[in-house]
């Protein structure tokens, strides 16, 4: 693999967020799957969220690599619409995709004005274990004027738990999950944060 460069999504062509909206869908796939078993329906329906000044993403041979996204007190990193959610997965499905996903991802956070919410990590699975995630992380931490970076992260992600903590994380919090255990594939969300001195 030859050198990772890190952009804005916003600096990438119409190809560039195609591909960051694959790696976003093949990497939450079994969040996903409920509604669409097609990856390609689900990045479709992924794509038009993306905030895209909100995102990082790593290229490698020209190609994406790994994401990045992150929220602050001025905004999330997602911003659904209902048409073209139903666009994608059809009338019924496209309206639950929109009522839970966008319920999840464009919640208020509450977040002070140095304070940044890591989420939307992924990487293509081509790279996994190439050290992406660590570069993106520490690009982020870098170009935002943040304090304290704050990430969620479920407890059945073991491989991104020993990275984060790697990474210089510590769980502050978990919570259970209550409803649908089996199907979202996990029982706890774990609230990890890292404090910068600047």
Same mark, same amino acid.
């Given at each position: 693999?030859?050198?990772?460069?890190?952009?804005?999504?916003?600096?990438?062509?119409?190809?560039?967020?195609?591909?960051?909206?694959?790696?976003? #869908?093949?990497? $939450?796939?079994?969040?996903?799957?409920?509604?669409?078993?097609?990856?390609?329906?689900?990045?479709? #329906?992924?794509?038009?969220?993306?905030?895209? =000044?909100?995102?990082?993403?790593?290229?490698?041979?020209?190609?994406?690599?790994?994401?990045?996204?992150?929220?602050?007190?001025?905004?999330?990193?997602?911003?659904?619409?209902?048409?073209?959610?139903? #666009?994608?997965?059809?009338?019924?499905?496209?309206?639950?995709?929109?009522?839970?996903?966008?319920?999840?991802?464009?919640?208020?956070?509450?977040?002070?004005?140095?304070?940044? +919410?890591?989420?939307?990590?992924?990487?293509?699975?081509?790279?996994?274990?190439?050290?992406?995630?660590?570069? %993106?992380?520490?690009? %982020?931490?870098?170009?935002?004027?943040? =304090?304290? !970076?704050?990430?969620?992260?479920?407890?059945?992600?073991?491989?991104?738990?020993?990275? +984060?903590?790697?990474?210089? $994380?510590?769980? $502050?919090?978990?919570?259970?999950?209550?409803? !649908?255990?089996?199907?979202?594939?996990?029982?706890?969300?774990?609230?990890?944060?890292?404090?910068?001195?600047?």
């Amino acid at each position: 693999m030859e050198e990772v460069v890190i952009k804005r999504l916003s600096e990438l062509d119409e190809a560039g967020v195609e591909q960051a909206a694959d790696i976003f #869908a093949d990497s $939450f796939y079994e969040a996903l799957r409920m509604f669409s078993k097609d990856r390609a329906v689900l990045a479709k #329906a992924m794509k038009h969220s993306f905030v895209r =000044d909100r995102f990082f993403a790593a290229l490698a041979d020209g190609r994406v690599v790994g994401i990045f996204g992150y929220s602050t007190s001025e905004g999330r990193a997602h911003r659904f619409d209902k048409r073209q959610a139903q #666009a994608a997965l059809g009338a019924w499905k496209g309206w639950l995709f929109h009522t839970f996903v966008r319920g999840e991802m464009e919640k208020p956070l509450g977040l002070t004005g140095r304070q940044c +919410y890591i989420e939307s990590v992924a990487t293509d699975r081509r790279a996994r274990g190439k050290g992406i995630a660590t570069k %993106l992380q520490h690009h %982020l931490i870098e170009a935002l004027d943040c =304090d304290e !970076f704050i990430l969620e992260v479920v407890d059945t992600n073991t491989n991104a738990i020993r990275l +984060y903590e790697k990474l210089g $994380f510590t769980v $502050f919090r978990k919570k259970k999950q209550r409803f !649908f255990r089996k199907q979202a594939g996990f029982n706890e969300r774990w609230y990890m944060r890292k404090t910068v001195t600047r």
